[in-house]
């Protein structure tokens, strides 16, 4: 079965553009996370998706930052304005339910590089 | 804030020896997990622990939930060069919300 995809697989893109990351979740999961990993760091939350709930969007550095999930599947993270120290690998997750017993599954990540 | 801080930051061993690395947190965590990253993917779960004292093995990997909740250590036994990666420890956020904090990782690297 598939896994969690994401693409692009790299983006580098000019300070100041927009950029748009997207997420293919494992079919079934009704939880999709997005996490960045800046070079060397641990993985950093930034928005969590559970089914038709609100999103949890309290480790969204700022308002640049936003996500969407259409129709409980695919998942777009989008960073406006983009500013060099946005740049990192951008990993998302999906797992069957919210809870922490549910395993959560990840994609090979996004390496974004503003310039 | 719930830190995790994992040490020690790399290691290079020689094919054969055992490995230890270990996480601690100044926050009682009630879930440790352990995380293997290679280059260029996400990250992979290889042990979870749920309660305190646990020990869980998953082949040559051994895992400890330490008895304050306050730490766990993770070993490997006669490492191979496929273990090379970064390991994460990982805890499920303790204030109800959904997400995982990540320690910064061990990069650990074998020679063969």
């Known amino acids: 079965g598939a896994g969690v995809s994401q693409s692009p697989s790299n983006k580098v893109t000019e300070k100041g553009k927009d950029v748009e990351l997207r997420c293919d979740p494992i079919?079934?999961?009704?939880?999709l996370y997005w996490y960045r990993q800046s070079l060397g760091q641990g993985l950093e939350f930034l928005i969590y998706?559970?089914?038709?709930?609100?999103?949890?969007k309290s480790g969204l550095p700022s308002d640049r930052f936003s996500a969407e999930r259409t129709g409980g599947s695919v998942s777009t993270l989008t960073i406006q304005r983009t500013q060099q120290e946005d740049s990192a690998v951008y990993l998302c997750?999906?797992?069957?339910?919210?809870?922490?017993?549910?395993?959560?599954?990840f994609g090979p990540g996004t390496r974004l590089t503003v310039l | 804030g719930q830190q995790l801080n994992q040490s020690p930051q790399s290691m290079f061993i020689q094919e054969g020896e055992d490995v230890s690395m270990n996480c601690t947190s100044s926050?009682?965590?009630?879930?440790w997990l352990w995380y293997k990253q290679e280059p260029g993917e996400g990250p992979v779960l290889l042990i979870a622990?749920?309660?305190?004292?646990e020990l869980t093995s998953n082949g040559r990997l051994t895992a400890q939930f330490g008895i304050t909740r306050k730490d766990s250590f993770l070993n490997i036994s006669a490492s191979i060069p496929s273990d090379v990666g970064i390991y994460f420890c990982?805890?499920?956020?303790?204030?109800?919300?959904?997400?995982?904090?990540f320690g910064t990782g061990t990069r650990l690297t074998v020679i063969p």
């Open positions: 997750a999906s797992s069957l339910g919210g809870q922490p017993s549910n395993t959560q599954y």
């Open positions: 998706f559970q089914g038709n709930s609100a999103p949890d």
């Open positions: 622990l749920y309660k305190a004292g």
């Open positions: 926050s009682i965590f009630n879930t």
């Open positions: 079919s079934g999961h009704t939880a």
């Open positions: 990982a805890g499920p956020d303790q204030t109800g919300a959904n997400n995982l904090f």
